[in-house]
């Protein structure tokens, strides 16, 4: 029976070997055979593998011996596929539920890597993991889970030994560390390390069974109340347990607590694979982890030269940038961390000090990648007689790369580059004539892609040539040196080995200069002028011509090298010397060169001894004397200095050290002059300045002169200072203004006719005494009084100021110490409430005529008490009451003192009603009883009474006569009937009334007829009619009487319609515009319907023409003119625009508009002479000229259309005559008298266009003569 029939008794103790932590928490370990899958044979239950992994129906047993233990099943497991030794379970995501999700069967480090599990719903994951700081999982959520094969427990014993572990992805066994089994946890310490396999294998034919991993210190309370407790609290014996059992659960709670607190993080081998053709590396990771977690692999840091991307299971494949790779290759890494974040919640070394990541650096090496070009040689039909023929090379490269070509030199013949990678061979005639006629040569053509690529062909070429011709020999052999021009004289002679007729010519004439044939059959080679001198100026002096011989069969050349000699003239200078100027002295020299070649100079100098020279933006140069030598010349010193000038053209031409002689005049500078103050002014205003001098003339003696101030003195100390004293009048005068300045002035000569003067202002402070004051007090109730002031200076006037004013009051200070209080009425008022005096008190200072202020003097005032009795005015008001008997009164009251308010006394035979009273006044109303009215008539009494609260009363009795009363009508109402009748309403609220209606007032500007039942009929004055718009007004008034005195005025208004009728308009005139002058004259003719309007017709331009103007002339007439400038450029018959109006007196309008069809034409300008043009100044070549010209009507203008290309023309016109000035440039006339000029060179032309404004346009082609000059 073994453990089988204590499982009943302590709640399922047989489950401890597997389950017993699903008895206490729902979670717990299954155990099965390693070998079989299959339970124990000491456990009677069996697991059906075809059961869910929770379900425990299938446990055999006695069921009346066992209690029921709810497990919640786990989810079904996904298809297991066999995978080469490793098995891939894809886990489905957990549904959502408040039970912890199951974990995956845990994977020990013996199994082979398995990819990440990112999804944290999936099985085996864990809800609560907190990430680490080492960034997001970047596994894909849909990774399958890959389980490798679990191994047997331990190395000996039933168990059997390890299995080997699984191949990595790239068949490289993993290398995983071993961890100690459960036995070796009851060994002695070694320091073998005994590689483990898991505890569990499960059979491949049968899915996994899947339990949530308990935490470790469920599965110790687990143990210790099952082994310890569980006797105690059922009463049984402890349940017998084999060793092997409770070894088992000791490891598993250690290897729990191994994996959730001191896990391992994963580690990485990487190896790779040769390279591909493109530089394409592969390889593995080889990344392994001991807990056998989930392994996430993410790129942290990309390769410098390339791309690399990581699959989930840790393969790698690295792609090179192309150009770099093609370029060079060389080294390149990345860096991939490999991380076990998405296992089961864990830390690494209790705490978690290292995170879940290892990062591993990848090297890769890459190899140059290049594709070899490939050469293509074709050749074409050699010549029969010559052997010529041609050679075609290309190349193609598969990487585009920029081809060199290199071809050897054969051993018999040239090979010449015909462009377009065509090679011409020649072979050598007397060579081949020696082999008898035919033969070989060879060459190598070798192309390279500057990446190590080549291809190279070695090319025959077979040689078979004609008879052999023995070329001619041509010599040439200069005579003589270059004469004054440069000009070289050579023979030139042709001989041919065979004696055949050879010919000579010139087949490359030389590029800077001329080539001549002499009658004696030498050769003179004569270089330009314009190249000789350009030699000189540095220019290149090489030049070649030459020669072609032939006999007929053979052609030989031979090119003579020339070496030009440089021609120039040397300048030529002068040095003009101008005036000194300034206190220092300087002369401003000309220097004035000439070229013959008119090359540009440049002018330099050297430095004189005495001084300076400077160039000038005009060129000319400035000498400077020194100021120590200038001023030395005024005590007798020598006066003389010197330097050089140099002028050089740029072509060899140098005039060197032409001397300049300076005669120095004598010069002085100018001493400076600088007044300090020393301190500050003492009691009395006295200053004391010091003056210093400042004179770049050393040894000159100073003397100084004092301008002496108005207003005081200044003295010369014996220590060079100078002291300032006022007058004290001034200073005392001074303090009217708060301090005053004053003014002297000291100058200095260097007695060399240098002087400064500087002015220097004094600040003088004021010195004054206050004065004093004093007043006559004034008696209760008084208030004036008598303030006086006195000054120890004697000071007049003396000023008197209010400084404080009274608290409640105001105070007024004469210029004559007079005062007046006035108390403020409120502060006296108040008073009278207790009826005792009060008091005030105010401040008052003097001022004397220098701003000296005395102290404050006090004064009280006493102030007696106030008060004003309240005004009361009642009036009947002139204002509309109302009806029914109201009596509308004003009502007006006031109290300077205080604010009152009238209240009222009820009447006996009706009400009072009291408006809003603001202000001191209001109105009320006395309404009678409508019973008193109504029998009327009578009176009645009422009383208005004003109060101030402080003794002030005022009462008023109001006596009203009630008449009796009739109401008048109201409520009136107008209706009309359109236009002019209508009817009036007017309604009574006495319905006994019978209403009656007159016109009270007519209207203006017609009449009205109104019958008595208020119907009316409105008839409009013709004219006003006729001259009203559709806004006219019109109104009369009616009067609605009730017969009982009771009247109301209605007021109507009457719409009046015009009836005023548009005047019409007609433009008559041509249509077409004159020929020439485009005008045209319009007449417009308005008619009015209206016959006494037709005079007072008035006409305008509503709107004007786009291209002209209208002028308008009088008597209706229209002048259009059009604008020509714009019809000079439009087709015949264009067409312009604009509208003519007339409005008749009442404003009524009415317009046409008229087109105009513009005929205008316009006449070219015409030639009236032929042109003029003088031979031109010889010395300037300005040539000049003219002709005349005319328009039959327009005035004309002329400009220059095609300017000369070889100078410039200036164009001028005077009524019908037009002359011009031409000036050629110097280089033009230059080039016309070169040796060889065309006529070209010789002549220049431009172009003068006519033109009348309006588009007629006559162009005038001139040629003028370019005179030479050289």
């Keep these: 029976m073994g453990a089988a029939k204590y499982v009943s008794r302590v709640r399922g103790l047989a489950l401890a070997a597997g389950l017993s932590v699903a008895v206490m928490t729902g979670q717990g370990v299954a155990s099965a055979d390693p070998l079989t899958g299959e339970s124990p044979p000491e456990t009677s239950s069996q697991i059906d593998a075809a059961q869910p992994p929770g379900d425990l129906s299938a446990i055999s047993g006695d069921p009346s011996t066992m209690e029921s233990v709810e497990v919640e099943p786990e989810q079904p497991t996904s298809p297991v596929a066999d995978t080469g030794g490793q098995t891939e379970v894809e886990v489905p995501s957990a549904p959502d539920r408040e039970e912890p999700p199951a974990v995956s069967t845990v994977v020990p480090e013996a199994e082979a890597p398995s990819a990440g599990v990112s999804d944290p719903n999936a099985t085996g994951a864990r809800p609560d993991v907190i990430p680490d700081d080492d960034g997001p999982d970047e596994a ?23 299995e080997a572990p699984a191949p990595n992805s790239v068949g490289q066994p993993s290398a995983a560390p071993s961890r100690p089994t459960a036995l070796s946890l009851f060994a002695s310490p070694s320091d073998e390390v005994v590689q483990t396999a898991p505890f569990f294998t499960a059979p491949a034919a049968l899915s996994q069974p899947s339990f949530s991993a308990a935490r470790p210190a469920q599965v110790t309370l687990g143990l210790l109340f099952w082994v310890g407790l569980a006797p105690l609290i059922g ?8 060793p092997p059992t409770l070894w088992t659960l000791l490891w598993f709670a250690r290897r729990q607590h191994q994996y959730h607190w001191h896990n391992h993080a994963p580690t990485a081998e990487p190896t790779t694979a040769p390279q591909g053709e493109g530089g394409e590396i592969v390889g593995d990771l080889n990344a392994t982890d001991r807990e056998g977690d989930p392994i996430t692999y993410r790129v942290v840091r990309a390769p410098s030269h390339g791309a690399v991307s990581v699959n989930s299971d840790g393969t790698f494949q690295y792609t090179p940038d192309a150009e770099w790779a093609h370029e060079s290759g060389g080294n390149d890494a990345f860096t991939v961390e490999v991380s076990d974040k998405t296992g089961r919640h864990h830390h690494h070394f209790l705490w978690g000090q290292r995170g879940h990541g290892t990062r591993v650096v990848v090297p890769v090496g890459v190899a ?36 060199e070509f290199n071809v050897s030199a054969p051993a018999h013949g040239t090979l010449i580059a015909a462009g377009a990678g065509a090679y011409t061979y020649t072979p050598d005639i007397q060579y081949f004539n020696g082999q008898g006629g035919a033969g070989s040569d060879e060459f190598v053509v070798t192309i390279n892609d500057g990446h190590g690529g080549t291809d190279s062909e070695t090319i025959t070429v077979p040689v078979v040539v004609g008879p052999m011709n023995m070329p001619p020999v041509i010599s040439v052999v200069q005579q003589g040196e270059p004469d004054s021009t440069g000009s070289i004289t050579y023979s030139v002679n042709v001989s041919d080995p065979e004696e055949d007729s050879t010919t000579l010519e010139v087949t490359g ?4 200069g001329e080539l001549i044939r002499n009658l004696d059959g030498t050769y003179t080679y004569t270089p330009s002028p314009d190249h ?9 002096g090489a030049d070649q011509f030459t020669f072609t011989a032939t006999d007929g069969i053979a052609t030989v050349t031979s090119t003579v090298n020339v070496t030009v000699a440089p021609q120039n003239t040397a300048p030529t200078v002068d040095v003009s010397s101008g005036t000194p100027t300034g206190a220092n002295g300087s002369i401003v020299y000309t220097v004035t060169g000439h070229d013959e070649d008119g090359d540009p100079l440049t002018v330099t100098f050297t430095e004189p001894a005495h001084g300076t020279v400077v160039r000038n933006a005009d060129g000319t140069l400035t000498y400077t004397p020194d100021g120590d030598y200038a001023h030395a010349v005024l005590n007798g010193g020598p006066n003389t200095d010197s330097f050089t000038v140099t002028v050089d053209d740029g072509h060899g031409g140098i005039v060197s050290a032409v001397p300049v002689e300076v005669t120095v005049i004598g010069a002085n500078a100018l001493p400076s002059l600088k007044v300090t103050p020393l301190g500050s002014p003492d009691a009395n205003g006295v200053q004391v300045f010091s003056v210093t001098v400042t004179d770049s003339d050393v040894g000159d003696v100073h003397e100084f002169e004092i301008v002496q101030p108005e207003n005081g003195t200044v003295v010369a100390n014996s220590n060079g200072t100078y002291t300032f004293t006022p007058d004290p009048d001034f200073y005392h005068l001074a303090a009217q203004q708060g301090g005053a300045t004053e003014t002297f002035w000291i100058k200095v000569t260097d007695g060399h006719g240098g002087e400064s003067e500087q002015t220097v202002n004094v600040d003088v402070a004021h010195i004054n005494a206050a004065p004093t004051i ?8 008084a208030y004036t009084g008598v303030v006086t002031a006195e000054d120890p200076d004697g000071d007049t006037p003396i000023y008197l100021t209010v400084d404080a004013e009274p608290e409640n ?24 409430v207790s009826g005792s ?33 309240p005004t009361l005015e009642i009036s009947l008001s002139t204002d509309d009451a109302g009806s029914e008997g109201v009596l509308l009164f004003d009502i007006v009251f006031d109290d300077v003192d205080d604010e009152v308010y009238p209240t009222f006394s009820d009447p006996a035979k009706g009400s009072l009603i009291v408006d809003p009273l603001e202000g001191g006044r209001g109105n009320f109303r006395y309404v009678p009883d409508y019973d008193e009215y109504h029998e009327g008539p009578g009176t009645d009494t009422f009383t208005v009474t004003i109060d101030d609260g402080h003794g002030g009363i005022v009462i008023r009795t109001i006596a009203v006569e009630i008449p009796q009363l009739n109401r008048a009508p109201e409520d009136v109402h107008v209706g009309g009937y359109y236009p002019y009748t209508g009817t009036v309403v007017a309604v009574d609220e006495d319905e006994t009334d019978t209403i009656t209606y007159e016109l009270a007032s007519g209207p203006a500007n017609g009449t009205v007829e109104i019958d008595p039942n208020g119907n009316y009929r409105y008839v409009p004055f013709e004219d006003y009619a006729h001259g009203a718009s559709v806004d006219a007004e019109d109104h009369f008034t009616v009067r609605a009487d009730d017969g009982h005195g009771g009247q109301v005025e209605i007021s109507v208004t009457i719409q009046v319609i015009g009836t005023n009728t548009p005047p019409t308009l007609t433009v008559e005139g041509p249509t077409v515009t004159d020929a020439h002058g485009g005008l045209v004259l319009y007449t417009a003719a308005g008619q009015d319907p209206d016959a006494h309007d037709q005079d007072s017709l008035t006409y305008e331009v509503v709107a004007g023409p786009q291209h002209g103007t209208v002028e308008f002339g009088g008597n209706n007439e229209f002048l259009y003119i059009p604008d020509l400038s714009y019809y000079a450029n439009q087709p015949a018959g264009s067409t312009d625009t604009f509208t003519v109006g007339v409005t008749d007196r009442h404003g009524a309008t009415a317009s046409e508009v008229v087109t105009v069809v513009v005929a205008w034409e316009n006449d070219v300008p015409v030639l009236t002479s032929q042109v003029q043009v003088d031979e031109g100044d010889p010395v300037t070549g300005v040539v000049t000229g003219g002709f005349t010209a005319t328009d039959s009507v327009d005035r004309l203008e002329v400009t220059v259309s095609d300017p000369p290309s070889k100078g410039s023309v200036d164009v001028h016109i005077v009524e019908e005559t037009i002359s011009f000035t031409y000036e050629p440039s110097p280089e033009a006339r230059h080039a016309a008298a070169a040796v060889g000029a065309t006529d070209a060179d010789k002549a220049d032309t431009f172009t003068i266009l006519v033109d009348d404004g309006y588009g007629g346009r006559t162009p005038v082609v001139i040629t003028v003569a370019v005179l030479p000059s050289t």
Excluded at 509 to 512: D, V, W
Excluded at 533 to 538: I, K, P, Q
């Design 140 to 162: 894909s959520p849909s990774a399958p889970t890959t389980i490798a094969p679990l191994n047997r427990l331990g190395e000996e014993g039933p168990l059997g030994a390890p």
């Design 235 to 242: 009463g049984g014996g402890a349940p017998p347990m084999a």
């Design 368 to 403: 140059q990648v290049n594709e070899a070009p490939v050469l293509n040689v074709t050749v074409d039909e050699p010549d029969p007689v010559t052997g010529i023929r041609t050679y075609t090379v290309t190349a193609s490269d598969p990487d585009d790369d920029d081809l």
């Design 509 to 512: 004439g030389p590029t800077h």
């Design 532 to 540: 000789a001198h350009d030699v000189a100026g540095g220019a290149n």
């Design 774 to 781: 004093s007043y006559l007090p004034t008696v209760p109730g």
């Design 809 to 832: 009051g105001d105070v007024v200070l004469n210029a004559d110490g007079t005062y007046t209080y006035t108390p403020d009425s409120a502060y006296a008022h108040s008073l009278a």
């Design 837 to 869: 005096s009060g008091t005030d008190r105010f401040t008052v200072y003097a001022v004397d005529v220098f701003g000296a202020r005395s102290e404050p003097l006090e004064i009280m005032v006493n102030v007696l008490p106030t008060n004003e009795v």
